[in-house]
């Protein structure tokens, strides 16, 4: 059987006790500082001679007693439920640890929304992230606080959203809510739900109560219906245009660098010289995407060399980017008529907001995204440089080489960003086919002559 024993251990003349365990093969212990202050004096005194104790010890002896059998008594009890190897050192202390700071229990947690919300802003940095790491990426908490303000507007003062609420009716309702009185795009506000579903979801694995139908709320992703990128012919009259601003040139050499190299707008700005490195004689370039986590490994081809032949664009912020971009596609005769969606600033009514001379909005709007058809240099922006390569390169190079420099999970994924869909990818393999038995056709045949002698 374990035994526990006090050690006073100190040179002063009042110290904190020690703590040790002795288990029960007598050979190992533990032991760890304890809270329990007391005199040397005290200490070094035959306690069990009552009557020979001075009054001073007696009142100290009734102090320091029950404090030496309590933790000796919660040191046993959980020694006998836990039974700790000699190897964990570490035992003892944790456990006085808990015994002088206990965990607190669970506190109740408020069931309304927003604070289910705040909480897991809260908590962001010890949650599981896509990459099973701990940490929520900055865009899904950013993402959070931005459903925090849309449920602001949406609940009423009298009557908080709470937990429960949410159901089937709910989220009809406030899907059409975000759509058709807030003018939020389609995308957006299914994304709003699936977010308003994991706050609800995250509030269950708590202990709240939730709606039955929670899982049944129709949420979800828009298939991508406009898929905008540049064409090789696109990318060649950009390369050959002729342009007089220096700060017009660097954003199209950063332009052309991202659609050889597939990347998103923020990665992209943040190449280096110290993202250029050699593997094996292979000259390659590697990052660490922000928004994934991932590390992308993109080898550096002919075009890629010839582009940065005179270095790196200089560094520019991604607002920069996408203006000048768009100024770029537009000098360049990016201009014709292309369905997509593009940001706006409207009214309350949801009609664009009128802007003077200067660009100035004349009242004050919100922004939101907008379906139409449009000149297509303005629906241009940073993460055409991804599409277009992805888009490009698709039956070019292999799916999976795709893949590995976008950084996309599935080959669905990738498809459905480029909008390709699986007759697309039928289309693919029988083209190879095609082009192999084009191949063999072309192979020169050999040809058997018989030696007329020999007949």
């Known amino acids: 059987m374990a035994v526990v024993y006090f050690v006073y251990r100190s040179t002063k003349e009042k110290a904190a006790l020690k703590v040790r365990l002795q288990l029960s093969d007598k050979k190992s212990q533990f032991e760890a500082s304890t809270q329990i202050h007391t005199s040397k004096t005290y200490w070094n005194t035959d306690r069990k001679k009552q009557r020979n104790l001075t009054a001073e010890i007696k009142n100290e002896n009734k102090e320091i007693s029950p404090k030496l059998d309590a933790l000796q008594n919660y040191i046993l009890k959980r020694y006998e439920n836990e039974l700790p190897q000699p190897t964990q050192k570490e035992w003892l202390k944790n456990i006085v640890a808990e015994y002088y700071t206990p965990l607190k229990e669970n506190i109740k947690r408020s069931d309304l929304v927003i604070d289910?919300?705040?909480?897991?802003?809260?908590?962001?940095?010890?949650?599981?992230?896509?990459?099973?790491?701990?940490?929520?990426?900055?865009?899904?908490?950013?993402?959070?606080?931005?459903?925090?303000?849309?449920?602001?507007?949406?609940?009423?003062?009298?009557?908080?959203?709470?937990?429960?609420?949410?159901?089937?009716?709910?989220?009809?309702?406030?899907?059409?809510?975000?759509?058709?009185?807030?003018?939020?795009?389609?995308?957006?506000?299914?994304?709003?739900?699936?977010?308003?579903?994991?706050?609800?979801?995250?509030?269950?694995?708590?202990?709240?109560?939730?709606?039955?139908?929670?899982?049944?709320?129709?949420?979800?992703?828009?298939?991508?219906?406009?898929?905008?990128?540049?064409?090789?012919?696109?990318?060649?009259?950009?390369?050959?245009?002729?342009?007089?601003?220096?700060?017009?040139?660097?954003?199209?050499?950063?332009?052309?660098?991202?659609?050889?190299?597939?990347?998103?707008?923020?990665?992209?700005?943040?190449?280096?010289?110290?993202?250029?490195?050699?593997?094996?004689?292979?000259?390659?370039?590697?990052?660490?995407?922000?928004?994934?986590?991932?590390?992308?490994?993109?080898?550096?081809?002919?075009?890629?060399?010839?582009?940065?032949?005179?270095?790196?664009?200089?560094?520019?912020?991604?607002?920069?980017?996408?203006d000048y971009i768009k100024i770029v596609c537009e000098l360049s005769g990016i201009t014709e008529p292309t369905k997509g969606s593009k940001i706006m600033m409207l009214d309350k009514d949801g009609k664009e907001v009128q802007k003077d001379k200067n660009g100035k909005s004349l009242v004050k709007g919100i922004k939101r995204t907008v379906k139409g058809i449009y000149p297509k240099y303005e629906l241009i922006s940073s993460h055409v440089c991804r599409r277009s390569f992805a888009s490009n390169q698709y039956g070019i190079l292999p799916t999976t080489l795709i893949m590995q420099v976008t950084a996309h999970s599935t080959e669905k994924m990738l498809l459905n960003y480029i909008g390709k869909t699986s007759l697309d990818y039928a289309q693919q393999i029988a083209d190879f086919y095609t082009l192999q038995a084009q191949k063999q056709k072309k192979e020169p045949q050999l040809t058997v002559i018989k030696n007329a002698a020999n007949q």
């Open 116 to 322: 289910c919300i705040k909480y897991i802003i809260e908590t962001a940095n010890i949650r599981e992230n896509n990459q099973k790491k701990l940490g929520l990426s900055k865009s899904r908490i950013n993402s959070y606080k931005n459903l925090s303000k849309i449920i602001e507007r949406y609940q009423t003062k009298t009557n908080p959203l709470r937990v429960k609420d949410v159901n089937i009716k709910l989220g009809k309702h406030f899907l059409s809510w975000l759509i058709n009185t807030e003018n939020y795009s389609e995308s957006y506000a299914r994304k709003k739900v699936d977010d308003l579903k994991a706050v609800c979801n995250d509030a269950k694995i708590d202990g709240m109560e939730t709606s039955i139908q929670l899982s049944k709320i129709k949420g979800g992703k828009v298939e991508n219906e406009n898929i905008i990128y540049l064409t090789p012919a696109e990318l060649e009259k950009i390369k050959n245009t002729t342009l007089h601003s220096e700060a017009l040139i660097n954003a199209r050499k950063w332009l052309l660098f991202g659609c050889c190299i597939g990347q998103r707008g923020n990665d992209l700005l943040k190449i280096n010289d110290s993202n250029f490195v050699t593997r094996n004689g292979l000259e390659v370039i590697e990052l660490k995407q922000q928004k994934t986590g991932k590390n992308v490994t993109i080898p550096i081809l002919h075009e890629t060399k010839e582009l940065l032949k005179d270095g790196l664009p200089k560094p520019i912020t991604i607002q920069r980017f996408n």
